[in-house]
């Protein structure tokens, strides 16, 4: 009923609290199924984690125009945030919420999705569980490999794909 990236996407939301793998796995699955569209519900998803992985590293400014962006896709796609277990009121309340804490400069804190179909939310807390996650612990702000993970990952792949990119495009011109 629900793609498993989503679900997946739930369990590290609400989990481990790891935003840099909740854009990752969300990208991915923007890029097989709606390719090119910057208005798709999975980027608004995926602004979303960068946002929360931003304010968590109180880069407040990033974090405050990145959920901008996730707002207007979210209110172009209210529909579809119910047909993916999503409360579109309380959720738009939420982010609301989130950005008047970014404007204050208050600090983060985690935040909990409203989720209002049931099968989902156990289906998420289940696939948490198999990953050795908390469902609804607080993120581990003394974690450096979570709050600073881009700095920390391997980056060798996505150098090598802009080469890659770079000598296509000159060898076009």
Not at 15 to 28: A, I, K, P, V
Not at 107 to 128: D, F, G, H, M, Q
Not at 149 to 165: A, F, T, V
Request: charged fraction near 25%.
């Amino acid at each position: 009923m629900y793609p498993s990236e989503y679900i997946d996407f739930l369990a590290h939301f609400h989990g481990d609290r790891d935003y840099f793998e909740c854009h990752e796995l969300l990208e991915d699955y923007w890029k097989k199924t709606d390719p090119k569209n910057k208005n798709s519900i999975w980027v608004g998803f995926i602004l979303l984690s960068v946002s929360a992985y931003h304010h968590r590293r109180s880069n407040f400014s990033g974090a405050r125009r990145t959920l901008i962006k996730a707002i207007k896709i979210f209110e172009l796609h209210s529909d579809f945030l119910t047909k993916l277990g999503i409360h579109h009121v309380d959720f738009h309340h939420l982010l609301n919420r989130q950005i008047t804490a970014l404007q204050k400069g208050e600090l983060y804190r985690s935040i909990s999705l409203p989720l209002s179909n049931s099968t989902l939310l156990e289906a998420a807390k289940k696939v948490s569980e198999q990953k050795g996650f908390t469902w609804g612990n607080e993120s581990d702000l003394t974690n450096n490999l979570l709050v600073n993970r881009h700095k920390l990952r391997d980056r060798s792949p996505i150098i090598e794909e802009r080469n890659q990119s770079l000598k296509i495009r000159k060898g076009s011109e």
